[in-house]
């Protein structure tokens, strides 16, 4: 089931790819020759991140397996986040079976690129003086235990460290998929080794990390969908 369904996934981006840089102009000619093995060094950006839009780039889209949420914002993420996720997807470290499989056909060029691309597709930087939603007082009490603002920053969207993700405003169902899988082990499909969040998601019941999920996924963000047509 999980091979078929992983073979599904790559049939579906195959020909999501192929559709999408048929209708990408073509680059000029590279004027050395291609370096890396796995894409074209001429290929332009946007045919690197035609095979991301088939997911990322539409609103309200869902993965469905191995659980079915809302595929993450990540127009606006920090760049080298993205780099360190997708070399997690790539090194095994996250198990995600669909970006595993993305990851690995791509070069560590591709990468940088596609990041710094996406990086710059955010809505704008927020209002510092915005004042936050207050949580409730449980929430807050969550929020205060593991001190997530200090690593994330104070709109959840400033983290201290441009290798950490922004958070607020990401999609709630895809933030509490994110949290538990920090929890999980030994499961093929499913989980993220990472010291730091691994040490984290543990302090927490489910139940209290869906409240988290919910209250930052409710707060005003910097991340946001790259619709589709922009392309065409
Ligand atoms: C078939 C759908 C699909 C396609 C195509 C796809 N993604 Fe993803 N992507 C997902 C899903 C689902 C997740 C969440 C995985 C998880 O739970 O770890 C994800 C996660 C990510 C993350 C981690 C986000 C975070 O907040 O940690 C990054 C970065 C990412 N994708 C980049 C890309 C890039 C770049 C491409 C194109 C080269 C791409 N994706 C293509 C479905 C897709
Ligand atoms: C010591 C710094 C630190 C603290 C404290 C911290 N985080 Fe994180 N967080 C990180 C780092 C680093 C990552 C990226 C991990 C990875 O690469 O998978 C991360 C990832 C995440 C993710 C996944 C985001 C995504 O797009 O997939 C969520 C959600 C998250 N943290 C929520 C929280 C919450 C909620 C708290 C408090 C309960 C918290 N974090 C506390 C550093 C921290």
Known sequence: MTKLLTSLFAVLVASATGFA?????????PTQPAAAPTAPASASVEAKVA???GCHGIPGYQASFPEVHRVPLISGQNAKYIVAA????KSGDRKHPTMRSIAAGMSEQDIAAVASWYEKQGTGALEPAAPLP?????VAALLQKAACASCHGTTYSNPVDAS???I???H?????VALRSYKVDNN???GRNNAVMGAIARQFTNAELKELADYIGELEGEMQVQPQSRFR
């Open 86 to 89: 997708l070399n997690a997807y």
């Open 172 to 176: 709630k169902d895809y933030l509490y």
């Open 168 to 170: 607020a405003g990401q």
């Open 21 to 29: 840089s048929a209708q990408t102009p073509a680059a000029p000619a």
């Open 51 to 53: 095979m991301c839009i």
């Open 164 to 166: 950490y993700p922004k």
């Open 188 to 190: 093929p499909v499913v």
């Open 134 to 138: 207050q949580p409730n007082a449980r």
